[in-house]
Structure formats: structure tokens, C-alpha cells
């Protein structure tokens, strides 16, 4: 059974920092592409960066661009989301999920980040 465990969501000051941790296990790690994704409060779920599965490949929304890193050490089967200059309009539920576009597959159960105040 797939199984992926996201932890080191909550809660954020406006230009703070955080990172994310996804633990996978049940699958070969190295060999999937990863995502992250996210859902803001009454939004749809939209996609925040995927990484090939060897970790050379990355790619971001615009929206968090040069604010965000995805990496993964296929070692411990763990992907990571770096979250830097956090902005209000981050706070969402952040999910993994092993796929690049985070479209398919299996995801997580989610960890909260709010960003307030």
C-alpha cells in the first residue's frame, strides 16, 4: 500500500519561512516523478511544482517561483517543499502526491499552512 505523509505545515508570519516533508513508502520512490499541490480554502486544487524522479528536473506554478524549492532525497524517500517569503495567499492544505503534475496517482492527507499574522 502506497502511503505518503506530509508533515511541517502551520502556522506562518507573513515573509516567514517553512518546510515541507513528504514520506513515502510502499513504492519505489526513485523511480516516480513527485508534486506538490495545494488547496486554498473554497478554491479548486491547484498544482505548486513537480520534480523528475531523479531530481535533476523542477518546475513551479508562477505564482511561487523563486520563492519555492522541491527537492528529494530518494535515499530516505522524502520529498521536500522550501517555502520562503510566504505571502497571506499561501495558506491552503499541501499535498504530495507521485506524479509530476499531481493530477494523478496517489496523494497524501495533507498538511495545513497558514500564513497570518
Known amino acids: 500500500e502506497v502511503q505518503l505523509v506530509e508533515s511541517g505545515g502551520g502556522l506562518v508570519q507573513p515573509g516567514g519561512s517553512t518546510r515541507l516533508s513528504c514520506a513515502a513508502s510502499?513504492?519505489?520512490?526513485?523511480?516516480?516523478?513527485m508534486s506538490w499541490v495545494r488547496q486554498a480554502p473554497g478554491k479548486g486544487r491547484e498544482w505548486v511544482s513537480g520534480?523528475?524522479?531523479?531530481?535533476?528536473?523542477?518546475s513551479y506554478a508562477d505564482s511561487v517561483k523563486s520563492r519555492f524549492t522541491i527537492s528529494r532525497d530518494n535515499a530516505k524517500s522524502t520529498l521536500y517543499l522550501q517555502m520562503n517569503s510566504l505571502k497571506p495567499e499561501a495558506t491552503a492544505v499541501y499535498y504530495c502526491?507521485?506524479?509530476?503534475?499531481?493530477?494523478?496517482?496517489?496523494r497524501g492527507q495533507g498538511t495545513q499552512v497558514t500564513v497570518s499574522s
Open positions: 520534480i523528475s524522479s531523479g531530481g535533476a528536473g523542477t
Open positions: 510502499g513504492l519505489t520512490f526513485r523511480t516516480y516523478a
Open positions: 502526491a507521485n506524479s509530476f503534475s499531481g493530477s494523478n496517482g496517489d
